[in-house]
């Protein structure tokens, strides 16, 4: 049986403090660096607000799709020849798409730095879509999803989300369904990059041995041909519903996975940081936890029960989750 109800750095002594600093290009391109001259790597880590949640109605997945694209194929260079040369040069390179953040990252050796960059700017402005590909990521898709329809966790998950959120994008699953991977086309494809990849909701962070000097031009060469300003975001402000509810979902399996939820606050809430630590208390603390001593030691109910705070963009949420034995889950 499933089950579901709806309801920085930690461092010695010893160490510095980190040092971040703010880099603006010449074109006004905003990037937040630290410095690390110790190992000749650098690492960049990029976010454009507005992920999954801005797939249209019957294409969920989209976002996702393109997430697995970017790097098949851009400019003069097929996904042969692009794949290759990240092998050739040791570049480390790929994106993810969340329900409200579009993210990339990149890692490179500095003397491979300026084609790296180079590789990620024909990645964001000149995606290919080919259909070779395009067909490729697909089945891969549709073979993640027939995993995760067997994946309790997922199952779970995605219940509370689509009982929660019945009728806004956040009732959707972000990798999508079969039907709607299947409906998505290159035209969609190309769409989503052009209306959602832009420089005004761009955030990166870059790590390694760059100076500020280097990596300004950088910025410009890099992400400077993409688009001003992205479509408008369409998503609502929202709330999981307010009456309680419990959905079971039967499955043929040992265990009950419990997924559970209500409101809670959004990141920039007054009371987020009393929050943090109200949530530390109660299951957010490991082994130090309430939930993790009364569940877990006092009891032997489960080998990890546990809360966290949930804030989306257009939602705030405290989470949970428990895994126990059938005929224990009650209790």
Do not use: C
Not at 18 to 45: F, K, M, Q, Y
Not at 252 to 269: C, H, T, Y
Not at 293 to 312: H, I, M
Request: charge should be negative; aromatic fraction near 8%.
């Amino acid at each position: 049986v499933l089950l579901f109800a709806v309801g920085l750095f930690s461092a010695p002594n010893f160490a510095r403090a980190v040092n971040v600093e703010r880099v603006v290009s010449p074109g006004g391109i905003e990037a937040w660096l630290v410095r690390d001259p110790t190992i000749p790597v650098i690492s960049l880590h990029l976010a454009f607000r507005g992920g999954a949640a801005l797939d249209p109605e019957g294409k969920a997945g989209l976002a996702s799709m393109v997430s697995g694209l970017l790097d098949e194929g851009a400019g003069d260079l097929d996904s042969e020849a692009f794949q290759g040369k990240l092998n050739d040069l040791a570049i480390h390179f790929g994106f993810d798409a969340g329900l409200d953040y579009f993210v990339g990252r990149l890692k490179t050796l500095k003397e491979n730095r300026d084609a790296a960059f180079d590789l990620l700017r024909l990645a964001l402005t000149k995606p290919r879509f080919d259909a070779a590909p395009v067909e490729r990521i697909r089945n891969q898709l549709l073979a993640i999803l027939a995993s995760n329809a067997e994946n309790p966790d997922r199952v779970a998950a995605e219940t509370w989300f689509r009982t929660a959120f019945p009728n806004h994008p956040y009732g959707r699953p972000v990798n999508g369904t079969p039907e709607s991977i299947r409906a998505i086309s290159a035209d969609d494809l190309r769409g989503f990059v052009k209306s959602h990849l832009a420089r005004s909701n761009l955030l990166i962070g870059v790590v390694g041995d760059i100076t500020p000097e280097e990596l300004a031009p950088l910025l410009d060469k890099t992400f400077g041909a993409l688009p001003a300003e992205p479509a408008p975001d369409t998503v609502a402000e929202t709330k999981p519903k307010p009456d309680g509810d419990m959905v079971v979902v039967n499955r043929d399996i040992p265990q009950s996975v419990v997924f559970f939820g209500e409101a809670g606050l959004k990141r920039n809430d007054p009371d987020y940081y009393a929050a943090y630590v109200m949530n530390y208390i109660l299951g957010g603390g490991g082994f130090s936890s309430r939930l993790t001593e009364e569940v877990r030691e006092k009891r032997g109910l489960a080998y990890s029960v546990y809360t966290y705070l949930n804030p989306l963009e257009h939602a705030g949420l405290i989470s949970g989750g428990v895994a126990t034995r059938n005929g224990k889950v009650k209790e």
